[in-house]
C-alpha cells in the first residue's frame, strides 16, 4: 500500500495501491470550478510517476461537483486512455452521475481540428493578401453588374423603382447634410482666401484671391469635399443599415419572397445619391466663394461686386459641367460601395462594424482615384 492524501482547502485526494497493480484514487469534499486548477495540480503531480495496471477513481466522496469538476473527471479518464490504462468510476451517486452525463465526452474528447497558421513568409503573405484583394474585385465587379442592371430597368420601366425610399434617401443624405457641408465649405472657402493672399499680398495681387479660391472650389475642393462628406454620413450608414438586414437574415427573406436585394435596397440610395451629390456640389462651391468673399470684403477692402465679378469671370461653363459630372460619378461609387459592402456582411455585429468601416475606407480611395483620373481626361479634354 502506498496511501498519499493531498488535502486542499475544500477537497482531498487519496491514492491506494492494490493488489495486482491497481491504483484507486479517491475524491472527496467539493470538486468544482473554483479549485479546478489545484485539483488538476494535484492528481497530475500524484500520478504522473506511476504505471498502474489499472484506475479506479472512487467518488463517493465527492459532496459537490459541478461542470469544471466534471470536466477534470473527463480529463482523468482521458489521461488513462492516452496511457492504455483501464479506467473506471466507482460509487457514482445519482447527483454526481447527472452531472457526468451533462458533459458530451465525443465533443470533449476529440481533437482540436488544426488551427489556420499565420503566413510564416513575406510570399505566403503577399499571397493571401492578393487573394483577399482578388475576391473583394470579383465581387465589387458583379456588384457593380447587377447595379447597372438595375439602372437600365429603371429607365425602362421607372415605377418599378421605390421612389418613397428614393425620397427618403434624398432628404436624409442631402436635406439633412447640408449644414455640415455648408460650414466646412465655408471654413475651407475662408481659410484658402486667407493662405493664398499672405502670399499674393507681396505683389499687389489680392484681387486674383477671389479667382483662387472660385476655380479651385468649383474644379477640385467643392466636388472633393462634397463626396468625403457623403461618404462618411451616408455610405456608411448604407453599408451599417444593409449589413444589419444580412445579419438579422432579412435580405434571405426578401430572397425568398421573390425580390432582387439590388433593385429593392440598393437602387434607391444610388439614385438618391445620385441627385444629391451634384447638387449638394453647388452648395459646396456656393458657400466656399462665401467664405473667401468675407476675407477678401474684410481683410482686403474688396467689394462685394468686384469680388463676385473676379470669380464669375474665373470660372466657364466647361468648369461647373464637369464638376457636376464628376459629382456623379462620386455619388454612384459612394453609395454602390457602401451597399456592396453591406451585403457582405456575415456574423454579427463585430461584421457590420467592419463592413462600414470598410465602406468609408473603399469609398474614399475610390474618389481619390477617380479624382486623378478625371484630373488628366479633363486636362486633354480642354
Given at each position: 500500500?502506498?496511501?498519499a492524501v493531498?488535502?486542499?482547502?475544500?477537497?482531498?485526494?487519496d491514492?491506494r495501491?492494490?493488489a495486482?497493480?491497481?491504483?484507486?484514487?479517491?475524491?472527496?469534499g467539493?470538486?468544482?470550478?473554483r479549485?479546478?486548477n489545484?485539483v488538476?495540480?494535484?492528481?497530475?503531480?500524484i500520478?504522473?510517476?506511476?504505471?498502474p495496471?489499472g484506475?479506479t477513481?472512487d467518488l463517493?466522496?465527492?459532496?459537490y461537483?459541478?461542470?469544471?469538476?466534471?470536466l477534470?473527471?473527463?480529463?482523468l479518464?482521458q489521461?488513462?486512455e492516452?496511457?492504455?490504462?483501464?479506467?473506471?468510476?466507482?460509487?457514482?451517486?445519482e447527483?454526481?452521475?447527472?452531472?457526468?452525463?451533462?458533459i458530451?465526452r465525443?465533443?470533449?474528447?476529440?481533437?482540436?481540428?488544426?488551427?489556420?497558421k499565420d503566413?510564416?513568409g513575406?510570399?505566403e503573405?503577399?499571397?493571401?493578401t492578393?487573394l483577399?484583394?482578388?475576391?473583394?474585385?470579383?465581387?465589387t465587379?458583379t456588384?457593380l453588374g447587377?447595379?447597372?442592371?438595375a439602372?437600365?430597368?429603371?429607365?425602362?420601366?421607372p415605377?418599378?423603382v421605390?421612389?418613397q425610399?428614393?425620397?427618403?434617401?434624398v432628404?436624409?443624405?442631402?436635406?439633412d447634410?447640408?449644414?455640415?457641408?455648408a460650414?466646412?465649405?465655408?471654413?475651407?472657402?475662408?481659410?484658402i482666401?486667407?493662405?493664398?493672399?499672405?502670399?499674393l499680398?507681396?505683389?499687389?495681387?489680392?484681387?486674383y484671391?477671389?479667382?483662387l479660391v472660385?476655380?479651385?472650389?468649383?474644379?477640385?475642393?467643392?466636388?472633393?469635399?462634397?463626396?468625403v462628406i457623403?461618404?462618411?454620413?451616408?455610405?456608411?450608414?448604407?453599408?451599417a443599415?444593409?449589413g444589419?438586414?444580412?445579419?438579422?437574415e432579412e435580405v434571405?427573406?426578401?430572397?425568398t419572397?421573390?425580390f432582387?436585394?439590388t433593385?429593392?435596397?440598393a437602387?434607391?440610395?444610388?439614385?438618391a445619391a445620385m441627385?444629391v451629390?451634384?447638387?449638394l456640389?453647388l452648395?459646396?462651391?456656393?458657400?466656399?466663394?462665401l467664405?473667401?468673399?468675407?476675407?477678401?470684403?474684410?481683410?482686403?477692402?474688396?467689394t462685394i461686386y468686384t469680388?463676385l465679378?473676379?470669380?464669375?469671370k474665373?470660372?466657364?461653363?466647361?468648369?461647373?459641367?464637369?464638376?457636376?459630372?464628376?459629382?456623379?460619378?462620386?455619388a454612384?461609387?459612394?453609395?454602390?460601395i457602401g451597399?456592396?459592402?453591406?451585403?457582405?456582411?456575415?456574423g454579427?455585429?463585430e461584421?457590420?462594424g467592419?463592413?462600414?468601416?470598410?465602406a468609408?475606407?473603399?469609398?474614399?480611395?475610390?474618389?481619390i482615384?477617380a479624382?486623378?483620373?478625371?484630373?488628366?481626361?479633363l486636362?486633354?479634354?480642354?
Open positions: 500500500m502506498n496511501p493531498a488535502s486542499g482547502r475544500d477537497f482531498a485526494i491514492v495501491e492494490e495486482g497493480g491497481e491504483t484507486t484514487v479517491s475524491l472527496s467539493r470538486i468544482s470550478l479549485n479546478l489545484s488538476r495540480a494535484e492528481l497530475h503531480s500520478l504522473e510517476p506511476m504505471k495496471a484506475l477513481v463517493a466522496g465527492v459532496g461537483l459541478d461542470s469544471g469538476g466534471s477534470i473527471l473527463l480529463e479518464e489521461y488513462a492516452a496511457a492504455s490504462i483501464p479506467c473506471r468510476f466507482a460509487n457514482v451517486s447527483e454526481t452521475g447527472g452531472m457526468l452525463g451533462l458530451d465525443a465533443a470533449v474528447m476529440a481533437p482540436l481540428p488544426p488551427s489556420a503566413p510564416e513575406a510570399i503573405r503577399i499571397g493571401e492578393g483577399k484583394v482578388f475576391n473583394d474585385f470579383t465581387s465587379v456588384f447587377d447595379l447597372l442592371v439602372l437600365g430597368s429603371a429607365l425602362l420601366n415605377r418599378s421605390r421612389w425610399d428614393f425620397f427618403f434617401y432628404k436624409r443624405a442631402g436635406l447634410g447640408l449644414p455640415i457641408l460650414l466646412l465649405s465655408f471654413l475651407l472657402g475662408l481659410i482666401a486667407f493662405m493664398s493672399s499672405l502670399q499680398k507681396q505683389f499687389g495681387a489680392n484681387l484671391v477671389a479667382s472660385g476655380f479651385g472650389m468649383v474644379r477640385e475642393l467643392g466636388p472633393i469635399m462634397t463626396a457623403i461618404a462618411g454620413r451616408s455610405g456608411s450608414a448604407f453599408a443599415e444593409i444589419t438586414m444580412m445579419v438579422n434571405d427573406a426578401l430572397v419572397m421573390g432582387n436585394p433593385r429593392f435596397l437602387l434607391p440610395k444610388v439614385l441627385v451629390v451634384p447638387l456640389t452648395y459646396s462651391d456656393l458657400f466656399g466663394i467664405g473667401g468673399m468675407v476675407v477678401g470684403v474684410v481683410g482686403f477692402d474688396l469680388y465679378a473676379q470669380t464669375v474665373s470660372i466657364s461653363i466647361f468648369d461647373v459641367v464637369s464638376s457636376l459630372i464628376k459629382a456623379v460619378v462620386f454612384v461609387l459612394i453609395a454602390g451597399c456592396q459592402r453591406g451585403f457582405r456582411a456575415r454579427g455585429a461584421a457590420v467592419t463592413f462600414t468601416t470598410s468609408v475606407v473603399a469609398g474614399l480611395f475610390l474618389i482615384v479624382d486623378s483620373l478625371f484630373a488628366i481626361i486636362y486633354y479634354i480642354r
